[in-house]
């Protein structure tokens, strides 16, 4: 079964650092999502692309965040620098182009820990 | 401002039983909800969805009841099986392709 793969699964780093994660969506998939789950929270939304376009990133902090899909398959999310309150579960998912909401696939997730 | 709560963080039900997940929203142009599962160490997957012109769909052991005057809604699993046991996320959308706002989830543990 395709899945949605993510990498690193853990990430510990000191504050003021670069961090950077990947995601390789279901192949296919042309909507990829990254989401941020703070603990004790739901996923928020930080930015969705269609192949290669933002298509949303209304929530991305973008003084430090910054996220691209150059070919429109795999993607990377970057944090530069870090703070402490990055950390989080970053999540990433996709689904066909023009899918509905249900059809979202989300990956395993990459845990960040910022010190 | 969080538009979905999901008010319980935890819930404990014995094997067998019913559990009754509730979540509530504030925005009245969310009309598609959906239920997601998370495993720890997984992502969340998609569990039930409904749309805002029915008031009840069921698959399965899962059932989700929509109450849009009250801005309610619940998810019942009938019964509850250890395999149950996960953090449970309540989603809700403006429209089947509109952007997916969470609720915190709740923690269901499932004992013997």
């Known amino acids: 079964e395709a899945e949605v793969a993510q990498s690193p699964r853990y990430k510990i780093t000191e504050k003021s650092q670069a961090v950077a994660f990947w995601c390789d969506p279901i192949?296919?998939?042309?909507?990829l999502y990254w989401y941020r789950q703070i603990l004790g929270q739901g996923p928020e939304l930080l930015v969705q692309?269609?192949?290669?376009?933002?298509?949303?990133d209304s929530q991305l902090p973008k003084d430090r965040f910054s996220a691209e899909r150059l070919k429109g398959v795999d993607s990377t999310l970057k944090i530069q620098p870090a703070e402490l309150g990055d950390s989080a579960m970053y999540l990433c998912?996709?689904?066909?182009?023009?899918?509905?909401?249900?059809?979202?696939?989300f990956g395993p997730g990459t845990r960040l820990t910022v010190l | 401002d969080q538009q979905v709560k999901q008010n319980s963080p935890s819930l404990s039900v014995q094997e067998g039983r019913i559990s009754i997940l509730n979540c509530d929203y504030t925005?009245?142009?969310?009309?598609?909800f959906l239920w997601y599962k998370k495993y720890p160490a997984e992502g969340p997957t998609f569990l039930i969805s409904?749309?805002?012109?029915?008031d009840k769909n069921e698959d399965g052991r899962f059932t989700v009841f929509l109450n849009k005057s009250a801005k309610h809604l619940s998810l019942h699993i009938v019964p509850s099986q250890p395999g149950d046991s996960a953090v449970y996320f309540c989603?809700?959308?403006?429209?089947?392709?509109?952007?997916?706002?969470f609720g915190a989830g709740t923690q269901v543990v499932v004992t013997p």
């Open positions: 998912a996709s689904s066909p182009s023009g899918a509905r909401a249900d059809t979202q696939y």
């Open positions: 989603a809700a959308s403006g429209g089947s392709w509109g952007k997916l706002q």
């Open positions: 409904i749309s805002s012109i029915k």
């Open positions: 192949s296919g998939h042309a909507t």
């Open positions: 692309f269609q192949d290669e376009s933002v298509v949303d």
């Open positions: 925005n009245s142009m969310f009309d598609y």
